[in-house]
């Protein structure tokens, strides 16, 4: 079973920059999309960055809230995603969860969904 565990979260001043990161407990045999994902209080689950793979070609979106401030990557010899947010503001406020979807390793290769259990993120002076 793939566990995915977040950490980086905490407590930033507007303008301020975080790393989030997100490791997984296992490789896997292939990674179909990865993302992290947003949630305020009071607020439905909202799209951070996904990154979507089809054949060989990787699609990378943002939420235009934080496109040009947010970067989702990759470490595959860690296990690890990471998101990269720079310029936070409060509305950045939320705790924020990662997603691995893709395939484990044999000997029978069976399809995942799995999340993290979700890091707080506080802007605020």
């Known amino acids: 079973q793939v566990q995915l565990v977040e950490s980086g979260g905490g407590l930033v001043q507007p303008g301020g920059s975080l790393r989030l990161s997100c490791a997984a407990n296992?490789?896997?045999?292939?990674?179909?999309?990865i993302g992290w994902y947003r949630q305020a209080p009071g607020k439905e689950r909202e799209m951070v960055a996904t990154?979507?793979?089809?054949?060989?070609?990787?699609?990378?979106n943002y939420a235009d809230s934080v496109q040009g401030r947010f970067t989702i990557s990759r470490d595959d010899a860690q296990n690890t995603l990471f998101l990269q947010m720079n310029s936070l503001r409060s509305e950045d406020t939320a705790v924020y969860s990662c997603?691995?979807?893709?395939?484990?390793?044999?000997?029978?290769?069976?399809?995942?969904?799995?999340w993290g259990q979700g890091t707080q993120v506080t802007v605020s002076s």
């Open positions: 990154v979507t793979t089809t054949g060989t070609i990787s699609t990378t």
């Open positions: 997603n691995i979807n893709g395939v484990t390793h044999g000997p029978i290769h069976k399809w995942f969904d799995a």
């Open positions: 296992t490789t896997v045999f292939f990674i179909k999309a």
